[in-house]
């Protein structure tokens, strides 16, 4: 049957299978649409858009008061009564309406005009000025110039014409205006009344319009319809600079966060959050609002100074969201944004609530909440910025603490944290500094290096044989905090829980004791002898008054005792029980006493400082304050009996253990090793004689004594025990000739000494080693085997070690560690472990995780620190058993050994893990882990990077510096902070006396500008009747005197010396005024920054030496840093701190000297500077100047004894008066101090000129209370007395200048005035009639 | 054991002669030791209020005025104090200030007993006190051959103290105050216009005032927002005129250790002078035996 168009086109089918396939296509395309409409962002958006509306409708309920309806009401019907009265007098309103509108006409036809002219003016000026350019001849010129003034002088005429048609319409108006006064002016005041209101509303309409609005908002939001510019859509922060890697490349960043978060920036007035994040009662937006508390996503971000805002230093526009919070950007879902859980719990909530998953596809999920601070040293990599900040405060303590604790324990020593690559910053920076010269030089010649800064943190082994004994050495090594539980050095040995789970671990018990010995031997074989210094041979030392030098003279600024438990200073260690291990007796003693005295004998780089302990005389009494506090602190105390060690034991050592771990290390085949420790074995030399790593503690060595062609070299050992003679081999280990052997010639046994027999092409210079093998000892294989351990645990990452100056760190590099690869981990065991152990008491961490989060979920956990910290180990569980970082990392510092579980069959003893464990509880471990989880070397585009110049830079690394030498510890850096309340009038302006002087109120300001106490926030006190709200101030100031514990609670008050000069609306309070603190009004102190040493000492001394007068105790003690920068010039404060001198006599301590680059006292000496705005690092002083000094001759012409002296010369009278004499030494005499334990002594005004600004001294001499507090220093030139009529005219003022003006000139004035002693004429009239 | 029944006897003692001493304010033993023997003419009208619910001084205030006066004495027998200079010693300014021997001030006792410079004042306004306003002549406080003249010296709030010398070499004053402001100023030689203190607030005990050029001077201040303050002279006496009838708790106070009494109960009865002899062992005026 030939095929038909029937056949082929069943014309009926063909329709059918259309239809159904065109419906089918239809539905698909509405499901597509449908699908791709529902997006879960849709929802949000709109509810937050109603939140928004309802909000502002709440506002606008809150403005309409009765108050404001009242008014309303009031003003309409005024203005209705004025719409009325006009109506009665209609024609009038409409002539003068119709009057108004001819005036205004004509006044627009004569302004036209006008214009028009003005136009043809401005032709006939170009003409001319044309016709002045092209040289047109004269008469043209004046043709032009007639044309010009005739178009002036009808533009004349029509002005004149304008302006009168603009008063007959004013007038016009003014006639209106008269009329309608009333009615317009209740228009304006309903207008202005409305004004808030009208604008809330028109911000509501456009949210949630009403009417047509309305309904045209609502169709945007349809679907297809939608995608024209609808209000709900998908937000976008762009960010090209900020790129992010994604698989191999890097690709500009965009954030749809604020596609749902639409609240992150909005803030309201105060810079607060316009919709603080919190957790209300209900879902109902009615609740939020009621009670301010408002859930994610519609909260606004915390801190709006910090972040987001415009004005902030992190604004969205510029940084989007993920470079912090990391996650997909991209991602416009709960999952797909990569959102993190921070705990178990959370999560089962997330699945619940938003079926949430972990995006395995997205590799770097958002940072769980307790990493947040993670991120910030991703541009932070100074970090100490984010802990103070004059602006910001204490902006990312976890992650500064994490930082500070790897500062603390020295991680650094084994895992470096290199913060460059090829020369550019990649984050935080902490690294050894060089070790030796040449890797110093190295650094500083190629600018694409930078040297590390961090110094060992343990102390150094060098000279250790003069400390302590083999059996302490062994006794600290096996578990540091058996003898001190607060150390940081960490516990290497006994760490085998993992192994004994199984059967127990002899290779670890046989083979750790042996090590021990091991590194306590090398130690004491490599250490130098020290040279110590010893106190006078008649010297009896007086532990009792050592007792009382160890408190006051600055110990206790970073070492506690517990003689003295109110310390708790942890910066060097604790030394209660010292005595125990350093050498019995004398040797111990005289060790002691070289180190206090003289701490870099020990070690050149310590950070134990020079406190001046010199030997001085107190009355009959010699006194050798080293010698006191060493005999002190060798004291034994003989009530402490929990000390289970003697010198006198020494371990044995298992000789066959000594052997077997021996053979474990050598490098050598089986035979190689037998033959080596068989009886008389030899370590066999190779072909080149060159003995690398170890080994070399298993030959005998020797070194050239003097070069040159007749070398003679000294052996340290005994030549004829090797067996060295005629013919040996030597094989050179350094120098020229390294790797070559040399036959000997001859050698002198007796001396030590040998001659070669080869003639050398290249003589060996002194100092030059070489090798030689003999029989082996056992004092070898102990130090070899001492050796080996100290190089395989890093012992000399924290201490220096004799024979390790160049051995490189031994841990993996952390610097990108918060970006390793997790399929690199190796996790092993450590599930079965955690599953059947785990914790200390030897139960299940497992088990721990799921209690913590069913216990969660039934909130049954008592404490919310309690419930943190039990969902904090679940989270870090959860994130191991998923091979996560941070529970790696969480697992690897709780038990650092314990990912050896079940390994032993598969590692040899010396392959274990090294890793010791360090006495960190939980919470450190977790800030540790925020910033190593935050190392992630991928630093944004440069201009993101916190790189702050000037004064920001400097205060920066100046902060650095006072952590490393703990500054704080004596000094206070920022005043403590009183906040209470006041009742109105209570505060009264600190009156100005008529001993003051009006113009230093002026220089005061100057040096101490005003800051308002004003705090904006209330307190309520007393009860009923007596109930009332005061507004709450702060200041700062130091504490005077705490309330008598006998009064009545409403009757104690607290007293403050006031620091600053403080204002409270007009009320102005100067510095050393009285605060007077009732403690029913007291809402907090903050305690000072930096200090608590100099607070303990003068509570002491209040006790001990100045009969309870705080003002005097405080200047034996450490001074407060206030002001520090506005008071001392720069290059004094840089040669100070580099060598510090006394200045004052008073104290009962000095300032120590530092281990201090001449860096770093420059970085210091410029932060004071910084901190305090003043200029630096070089200051000018103009009372130097000639111009300065013949100024100040002209000025006083008058006064200055007739013209015969000049201004310095009466200066510096005034200064030699009676006067300054009584407490200071000054220009060749000493001050008279008869009692020193009572008189007051000032500081020698010798140095002032350099150590002093004269601004500061200006407002120091005229009233010294003004800058601190506590001085004894009185107001010596007060205005109003006459000390010296004689000198500078009697102004007692221009006295204080001269004073101020002498001490800058000092060392002009001795060259040229010389010693000079001042005696006031006695006044020869009768006292002014007094009171007699 | 000894104290408390020695405390439990001397209470019932001054109970029994309706006098309060001690029934409310001994804190320890250091009060025990307290011996006060009254007029028996003055006693009369005393009523022994319970003491609580009191405002201020006085417990509890009837109509009228009266005056308190009394003398501190002293149980023993009179330490003699080292001088705080001795003449010619080898000290700063010292022809001014070792020209005689400067004596320990810290206790001053007359032949009979009598301690002088004892502050038995009222730490606070009592109710139905009449208003007066401080004097606005200055309060005198002299410096002499290196001694504050006076040594204690009780001053109204708003009463200005002017500040003088006598000695021909500059003085250092300087106030040591808890509720006021400090006040560090020299004082030129031989000035008598010198300088002025204003005390704006009252203070809870007295004060020390230093010299800090010559460390042994000292001197004692209390500023009072109120009249009812007095120093005991030479002869260890002093008088409170114009007290409201009523209970009264007086501070008795001396700088060997502070508060000899915290609470000294008296009762004023209305145009009665009511008077009282204290008497203090050696060890409450902290001086060695």
Known sequence: MPATDKFVHDLKKVHVVFAVSAFALLAV???????????????????????????????????????????????????????????????????????????????????????????????????YDIGVRDNLPATELERLKQKFNAEQDQVDVLALQTERRQTDRNEALQALGDLTKERDGFVAQLTELQSETAALEKSRQQIAPTGLSGIKRTLMEWPIIDGFNSHLRIHQDWLPDLEQVLGMTSTARFDRCRTCHMNVDKIESGNLPAYPFGHPSSESIDDWIDENKYPHPYATHPRPDLYLTASSPHPVG?????????????????????????????????????????????????????????????????????????????????????????????????HEINGYKNGDPIGPDIRLEPQTEEQKQKVDSDPSLFAGEMRKVGPS???????????????????????????????????????????????????????????????????????????????????????????????????????????????????????AKLLPGKAGFDWLYTWVKDPMRHHPRTKMPNLFLEPYTLGEVHIDPAADIAAYLTTKDEQDTSLEFSHATK??????????????????????????????????????????????ELVFRGSAVAGGDQTTFKADFDATAVGLGPNSELAWTSGKNRGRKYKVASFNSGAGSLTLADALNEPPAAGDTFVVNGPITHDMLLNYVGRRSISRFGCYGCHDIPGFKEARPIGTTLQAWGRKETSKLAPEHIEHWLHHHGEPDGSSTHDRAQEAVRRAEADEFATEEDEQNELSAAYFYESLSHHGRAGFLWQKLRQPRSYDYEKADTKRYDERLRMPKFPLDEQQIEAIATFVLGLVAEPPSSEYLYKPEGPAHDRVEGELLINKYNCAACHILDLPEVEYGVGPDELVSTPITPADHPAAIEKLLELNPPRSGKTGKTIEVGEGDDKQTLSVINFHGLLFQRPDAELDLEDREHYFDLWETLDVDDVRLLPGSRMIVPEASLVSEKPARGGKFAEWLVERLMK???????????????????????????????EFLLDPGRIRHETVLRMPKFNMSPDEAKTLANYFAAVDGAGYPYQHIDQREPQYIEMKNRELEDVLAGGNEKYLTQSWKTLNAPLCIKCHSLAGRTVKVADPKKDVRGPDLDGISRRIRPDWLLVW????????????????????????????????????????????????????????????????????AGEE | MRNNVRMWSTALLACGTMVLVGCGGNRGGADTETTVTLKPSTSAGGTASGGSGDNGGAAS?????????????????????????????????????????????????????????????????????????????????????????????????????????????????????????????????????????????????????????????????????????????????????????????????????????????????????????????????????
């Not at chain 1, 405060?393 to 604790?405: C, F, H, I, N």
């Not at chain 2, 002549?137 to 504050?148: A, M, T």
């Open chain 1, 1261 to 1328: 001499l005229f009233k010294p209370q003004w800058v601190t507090p506590y001085t004894s220093m009185p107001a010596n030139f007060p205005a109003g007395q006459d000390q010296f009529p004689d000198l500078l005219g009697g102004n007692a003022s221009d006295q204080i200048v001269g004073v101020r003006d002498a001490l800058m000139n000092y060392y002009r004035l001795i060259e040229t005035e010389g010693v000079t002693i001042y005696e006031p004429p006695t006044p020869t009239a009768a006292p002014p």
């Open chain 1, 461 to 579: 082994f060098r000279h250790v044989g003069d400390k302590t004994s083999d059996a302490w050495l062994q006794f600290w090594t096996e578990e540091p905090m058996r003898f001190r539980p607060t150390t940081r050095m960490p516990q290497f040995f006994g760490l085998s829980d993992q192994f004994k789970a199984h059967g127990g671990d002899e290779t670890a018990e046989t083979f750790e004791p042996v090590e021990i010995a091991g590194i306590a031997h090398y130690l004491l074989d490599k250490s130098e002898p020290l040279d110590l210094v010893h106190p006078d041979e008649n010297y009896e030392p007086n532990a009792e008054r050592g007792k009382e030098l160890f408190a006051t003279r600055g110990c206790l600024g970073c070492h506690s005792h517990k003689d003295f438990p109110d310390i708790t200073e942890d910066f060097g260690p604790e030394l209660s029980r010292v005595y």
């Open chain 1, 651 to 696: 371990n044995t050592v298992d000789e066959s253990a000594l052997l077997d771990l021996t053979r474990l290390h050598l490098p050598l085949s089986a035979d190689d090793k037998n033959a080596v420790l068989a009886d008389g074995g030899q370590f066999p030399l190779d072909a080149s004689g060159t003995v690398k790593g170890d080994e070399v």
């Open chain 1, 318 to 414: 510029t940084f989007g969201c993920t470079i912090c919070h990391e996650g997909q950007g991209s991602g416009t879902d709960f999952t797909n944004a990569a959102h993190y859980f921070n705990d178990p719990h959370e999560y089962h909530e997330w699945q619940d609530e938003h079926g949430f998953k972990t995006n395995h596809f997205w590799e770097y999920p958002m940072y769980p909440k307790r990493f947040q601070e993670a991120s910030c040293i991703k541009c932070h990599h100074r970090v100490i910025e984010l802990a103070t900040n004059p602006e910001f405060g204490e902006s990312a303590p976890k992650v500064v603490e994490g930082y500070d604790l790897i500062k603390r324990y020295g991680c650094f020593g084994c």
């Open chain 2, 61 to 289: 205030v009837a109509e009228g005025f009266g005056t308190f006066k009394g003398r501190v004495r002293f149980q023993g027998t009179v330490p003699s104090l080292a001088v705080k200079v001795s003449q010619g010693a080898a000290i700063k300014d010292a022809d001014i200030c070792a020209a005689v021997d400067v004596p320990d001030e810290s206790l001053v006792v007359n032949s009979d007993g009598g301690v002088a410079n004892v502050f038995v004042y009222l730490q606070k306004v009592p109710k139905g006190a009449k208003k007066t306003e401080p004097s606005e002549e200055p309060v005198i406080f002299d410096q002499k051959g290196c001694r504050f003249i006076p040594h204690a010296l009780v001053v109204r709030v708003g009463q200005p103290v002017r500040v003088v010398s006598g000695d021909q070499i500059a003085h250092n004053t300087h106030t040591l105050p808890t509720r006021n402001s400090e006040s560090n100023n020299i004082v030129e030689r031989g000035s008598r216009t010198g300088f002025m203190v204003n005390y704006t607030k009252t203070e809870n005990v007295p004060f020390r005032v230093i010299c800090d050029f010559h460390s042994w001077m000292l001197a004692y201040h209390l500023a009072l927002d109120h009249p009812f303050g007095a120093v005991t002279d030479a002869n260890g006496e002093f008088e409170i005129p114009d007290l409201p009838a009523g209970e009264h708790k007086f501070v008795v106070w001396h700088e060997g250790s502070g508060f000899l009494t915290r609470n000294l109960k008296i009762t004023i009865t209305a145009d009665q002078t009511t008077e009282q002899k204290i008497d203090y062992p050696l060890e409450k005026f902290g001086v060695a035996p």
């Open chain 1, 29 to 127: 395309t509405i499901w597509m649409m449908a699908a791709d409409h529902n997006d879960p962002w849709r929802p949000i958006q709109k509810k937050g858009f109603n939140l928004d509306a309802e909000r502002t409708s709440r506002e606008i309920d809150l403005a309409k008061d009765d108050e404001f309806l009242t008014k309303q009401q009031q003003l309409e019907q005024q203005r209705a009564a004025a719409d009325d009265s006009l109506e009665a007098i209609q024609t009038q309103v409409d002539d003068l309406t119709a009057q108004f509108d001819e005036a205004d006409r004509l006044f627009g036809v004569a302004e036209a005009h006008e214009k028009e002219r003005r136009e043809y003016l401005g032709v006939a000026r170009a003409n």
């Open chain 1, 1104 to 1134: 001990t030496t100045t009969q309870g007068t705080r003002a005097l105790a405080w200047q034996k003690s450490p001074p407060p840093l206030y002001r520090e920068g506005v008071k001392v010039q720069t290059p004094w404060l840089y």
